[in-house]
């Protein structure tokens, strides 16, 4: 499996709601990450989980919220999201914590209305 | 009125052109350096990589040349068609940090 999967591929939430993407790839990476993309512009590093523990924080605002529960599975809670915070976000892994090509799900479109 | 800022810089080819794309990095402590494609609605798709003992990389179809004198990386793809119209990135990795930080990207669009 060279597979990085996210759920859902569509979102839709209000302010109010909560609710979490989810991540998966069983390529036996250690690391693991969360990207932000809006659009026509590039990727922004949000979080990075090497080995299971939050190595990176982009200063990313706590209405984020990560998880790594085990070494194949990455979560990212949503509460209380801004309009703003409308994008791709994407997912991704590698085999190694330094200088290693990432390999990237198809990502979650959410929308915050 | 538009905003610069929108706009993805563009190149137009023909089929069966060559196509040499473009990236300046800032940071003379980058090590390592990687071209992403990405199709509409997809993620990132891994292209090529070269890591910074190297000036030069070569794939099927397409090559990495890395200048770190200028601290200048492109991607030329030999004989291009139109499944390789998308929006391509240069990232690069900072020596010591685990962090890969993506270019703003170039269009590329490939007519019959």
């Known amino acids: 499996d060279t597979e990085v999967t996210q759920t859902p591929k569509h979102l839709v939430m209000g302010m109010t709601n909560k609710k979490s993407l989810k991540c998966e790839q069983h390529?036996?990476?250690?690391?693991m990450y969360w990207y932000k993309q809006k659009a026509k512009k590039p990727p922004e590093l949000m979080f990075v989980?090497?080995?299971?523990?939050?190595?990176i924080n982009e200063s990313v605002p706590s209405r984020f919220s990560p998880e790594c529960p085990n070494s194949s599975l990455l979560n990212l809670h949503l509460h209380a999201l801004q309009p703003e915070d409308s994008a791709l976000y994407l997912c991704a892994s590698s085999l190694g914590v330094a200088n290693e090509k990432l390999f990237f799900g198809s990502g979650t479109q959410l929308s915050v209305l | 009125g538009e905003s610069v800022g929108l706009h993805l810089p563009t190149l137009s080819v023909q089929e069966g052109d060559n196509s040499i794309i473009n990236c300046a990095y800032s940071?003379?402590?980058?090590?390592?350096f990687i071209w992403y494609k990405q199709e509409s609605g997809k993620g990132p798709q891994f292209i090529i990589d070269i890591r910074s003992n190297m000036d030069k990389r070569q794939g099927q179809r397409v090559t990495v040349l890395l200048n770190k004198t200028v601290k200048h990386l492109s991607l030329q793809i030999a004989a291009t068609q139109p499944g390789d119209s998308a929006v391509y990135f240069c990232?690069?990795?900072?020596?010591?940090?685990?962090?890969?930080?993506f270019g703003t990207g170039t269009r590329l669009l490939v007519s019959p």
């Open positions: 940071n003379s402590a980058s090590d390592y």
């Open positions: 990232a690069e990795n900072i020596l010591g940090f685990q962090k890969l930080v």
């Open positions: 989980y090497s080995y299971e523990k939050l190595s």
């Open positions: 390529m036996g990476h250690r690391a």
